[in-house]
């Protein structure tokens, strides 16, 4: 079965840490590049981050830089979103594609409260 599946969301504190995780099934996804975009509550969908095949080219959404962090490893056909100093406006949805064709994850929830 070909999926891509988003997870790892969970209820988290402010300036507390979250991984989420983009796994493939039935290809591979280091022949794809990959983005994650961010659905805040009422709000549109905003690219967060995005990673090449090679993992050399990295980008963020200004908000991210500097706390966020993209990585992938073919060997588990994961590309990951490593996100620190979680702020209440990162609550949302979060979701992981293949910039080429039309692969979507499900959306993983990520909620930012004390």
């Known amino acids: 079965q070909v999926q891509l599946v988003a997870s790892g969301g969970d209820l988290v504190q402010p300036g507390g840490s979250l991984t989420l995780s983009c796994t493939a099934s039935?290809?591979?996804?280091?022949?794809?590049?990959v983005n994650w975009y961010h659905q805040a509550p009422g709000k549109e969908r905003e690219f967060v981050a995005g990673?090449?095949?090679?993992?050399?080219?990295?980008k963020y959404r200004d908000s991210a830089r500097g706390r966020f962090t993209v990585s992938r490893d073919n060997a588990k056909n994961t590309v990951y979103l490593l996100m620190n100093n979680l702020e209440s406006d990162d609550t949302g949805v979060y979701y992981c594609?293949?910039?080429?064709?039309?692969?979507w994850g499900q959306g993983t929830q990520v909620t930012v409260s004390s």
């Open positions: 990673i090449d095949i090679s993992a050399r080219i990295i």
């Open positions: 039935g290809f591979r996804l280091s022949s794809f590049a």
């Open positions: 594609k293949t910039v080429r064709g039309d692969y």
